[in-house]
Nanobody, 124 residues
Framework: QVQPVESGGELVQAGDSLRLSCVAS??????VSWFRQAPGKEREFVAA????????NYGDSVKGRFTASRDNGKTTVHLQMNSLKPEDTAVYYC???????????????????WGQGTQVTVSS
């Protein structure tokens, strides 16, 4: 059982940077994605990183600003968020999947393991 735990969320100002982390045993063999959900809005795919090659995919709203990466041991996944905007405010969730399906990892249904989320608030 993979139990992701997120950390790093906090209150920041527009234009600031923030790094989120997701830790779990077994993450080295799982694809990991970040999703976010703002109050009153649908859950949104943010970024995905594969297990073996660290291939990454990004949602359109964060391309060029956010970067997903793995540490050398691959049991920790980071989400580096730069040039933050107020519209990035949301609870950010880490999710893990045992499989990587190219072009489809934005689908929340592919992930059986989810963390509890970490709040990111960006003030204007």
């Amino acid at each position: 059982q993979v139990q992701p735990v997120e950390s790093g969320g906090e209150l920041v100002q527009a234009g600031d940077s923030l790094r989120l982390s997701c830790v779990a045993s077994g993450l080295n063999t799982h694809a990991v994605s970040w999703f976010r959900q703002a109050p009153g809005k649908e859950r949104e795919f943010v970024a995905a990183i594969s297990a073996r090659t660290s291939t990454t995919n990004y949602g359109d709203s964060v391309k060029g600003r956010f970067t997903a990466s793995r540490d050398n041991g691959k049991t920790t996944v980071h989400l580096q968020m730069n040039s933050l905007k107020p519209e990035d405010t949301a609870v950010y969730y880490c999710a893990a999947s045992p499989a990587w399906y190219p072009g489809t990892m934005y689908a929340a249904g592919l992930y059986p393991y989810w963390g509890q989320g970490t709040q990111v608030t960006v003030s204007s």
